[in-house]
């Protein structure tokens, strides 16, 4: 994807940067000032948590490894999710992009901004800490999905290219390691995984003529223990993909989203974004692994076990922007799905590799590549299945998934690489106005079942329940229960804000809350209604007593 994907108007950015740069914050806990006053906390530590038997929990971007996002919570069901009613909603940002994706653990609910990490009660909204990363080199001016949780500890990436973790009841920073050089246009923006005492998390700015690399790190300390060229070295598998060999150097293939995990076979999913320059073909000749590919991986060293590319040679920007799903279909095969902005949803055989089936999901009308004259494409810069990607029903046997209607012309130019700067090889122009879909997809043979047509772009979260209910919500500002078998809607609620995080479900003391972000300002003004902007904010739902 492309800087203008998660901020087309920089101006907003920059000036939302501004803003929370100028919030002044007094650190109450003195060891916040490990890194020599890079980070700032407000707030109390956590009291003790007593969990209940019937406490249920979302411990991380996707609610669990295998990237299905499904919960067996029934309290709130088909029958009576017209009830929802709002029951609290705070406000954690100003006129920033906010594509995070919440996570709930031990009584307290976490959330991102580019710089900001809060701890918020999950029933009230009550913001329990704050913990603001002050920049240590330049920033991209980009989003932050969120973070991941293992042993009282938090891990995200930050927009200065480093990577942190902080301590899960008070804020306070842990450890700090430098990833890459932001000079260079690298970024840390994607949501972290945690597995077996490692994070696992990889390098963004596609855009910018990166080489991308995916890395794990040391719970503990932060060290690297392994790292991966998505973009290959002379003598690496994929190397002689790029039948020009200056275009490795800048070849993008960098991590938007979040990545998914087997534990039994010890293998970690990696979706790898678009090669650079977006446009120009003819720059970089070849297939230009492993851009546009599931990048499977040993995760205990980081060894290549085996790929499949979505796209080659891409001149549309059609990365694969999400998390893929792991899931076993009716036969107890082993499948998994991919969700990819070329509009399509692929199945494939994790013992074959083969693909099973190739479902479109959006408007698909492309051929060839851009030229100097301009093509138009669908979907395009904008569309296909973005950062959120898919959902497994294990008990309906159904994938669900949002996305984005919206095509764009394209037109390339001669490349000219400037280290820090837009790599593109071209020019875009969005075309009409984005609407969204959201689709059921029988997880066994990849047939469409339903599409609801969600009235503005669709990239938030799918959270399907044993209620038969499928959660998520628009670009437009609409929160939304579909029925999850029908696809027909149950509620609808306007929160005011574009919807482009995650939404997630949880129990808590015998009762069961939805909550959702609100308030992204990322996205071109095409793409939703500009009177819905509002600013970052989570609400939090619940049926009446």
Not at 145 to 155: E, K, M, N, S
Not at 246 to 256: K, L, M, P, Q, Y
Not at 415 to 429: I, L, N, R, T
Not at 499 to 508: E, R, S
Request: charged fraction near 15%; hydrophobic fraction near 40%.
């Amino acid at each position: 994807m492309r800087n203008s994907l998660f901020l087309t108007q920089r101006w907003l950015a920059y000036l939302g940067l501004l803003f929370i740069a100028l919030l002044g914050f007094t650190p109450l806990i003195s060891h916040a000032q490990i890194a020599k006053g890079t980070l700032t906390v407000t707030g109390s530590p956590l009291p003790a948590y007593k969990a209940t038997p019937a406490d249920t929990e979302w411990p991380m971007y996707n609610k669990d490894l295998l990237g299905q996002r499904y919960t067996a919570l029934n309290q709130i069901n088909s029958t009576n999710v017209g009830n929802l009613k709002e029951v609290c909603r705070v406000k954690v940002g100003e006129l920033t992009s906010f594509h995070t994706g919440p996570i709930l653990i031990e009584g307290a609910l976490y959330v991102t901004t580019a710089r900001d990490t809060f701890a918020i009660d999950p029933t009230n909204c009550k913001v329990l800490w704050k913990s603001t990363w002050e920049p240590e080199d330049m920033m991209a001016p980009t989003s932050n999905r969120g973070v991941a949780y293992a042993q009282g500890r938090l891990f995200r990436g930050t927009n200065d290219g480093r990577m942190i973790a902080l301590d899960a009841k008070t804020g306070a920073l842990l450890w700090k390691t430098t990833v890459a050089d932001p000079k260079l246009a690298y970024y840390m923006s994607a949501a972290p995984i945690t597995w077996n005492g490692m994070v696992f998390m990889g390098t963004a700015g596609s855009d910018s003529g990166i080489r991308g690399k995916m890395f794990a790190f040391d719970a503990a300390t932060g060290k690297e223990i392994w790292r991966f060229n998505t973009i290959p070295s002379a003598g690496e598998i994929g190397y002689d993909t790029w039948k020009n060999g200056v275009a490795v150097e800048t070849g993008g293939g960098g991590f938007w989203t979040s990545f998914s995990l087997d534990v039994q076979s010890g293998e970690v999913f990696i979706p790898v974004a678009n090669p650079a320059p977006d446009f120009n073909v003819a720059y970089r000749p070849g297939d230009n692994l492993f851009t546009n590919s599931l990048v499977v991986l040993d995760a205990k060293n980081g060894k290549l076990k085996w790929w499949y590319q979505a796209t080659p040679n891409d001149g549309y920007d059609y990365d694969l922007a999400a998390a893929p799903t792991l899931y076993q279909d009716s036969q107890s095969k082993a499948l998994v799905a991919l969700g990819s902005k070329d509009g399509y949803v692929y199945r494939i055989d994790r013992e074959t590799h083969k693909l099973l089936s190739k479902t479109p999901v959006t408007t698909i009308d492309n051929v060839g590549a851009p030229t100097p004259e301009g093509v138009k494409a669908c979907p395009g810069t904008l569309g296909g299945v973005e950062w959120n990607g898919n959902a497994f029903d294990p008990i309906n046997k159904s994938l669900y998934v949002g996305a984005v209607d919206w095509c764009t012309e394209f037109k390339s130019e001669p490349v000219k690489y400037v280290p820090g700067e837009a790599f593109s090889g071209g020019s875009k122009k969005q075309v009409g106005k984005a609407t969204g879909w959201v689709t059921s997809i029988n997880s066994d043979n990849g047939e469409i079942r339903w599409k609801y047509e969600a009235g503005s772009a669709m990239v938030a979260g799918m959270t399907p329940t044993a209620g038969n209910i499928l959660f998520s919500g628009s670009m437009g500002g609409s929160f939304f229960a579909l029925d999850s078998l029908s696809g027909k809607p149950l509620f609808t609620f306007n929160t005011g804000g574009a919807i482009a995080g995650g939404v997630i479900t949880y129990l808590q003391k015998d009762k069961q809350y939805v909550a959702t972000t609100s308030g992204n300002v990322s996205r071109s003004s095409q793409s939703f209604n500009p009177l819905s902007l509002g600013t970052p904010t989570v609400i939090i739902f619940a049926l009446p007593k």
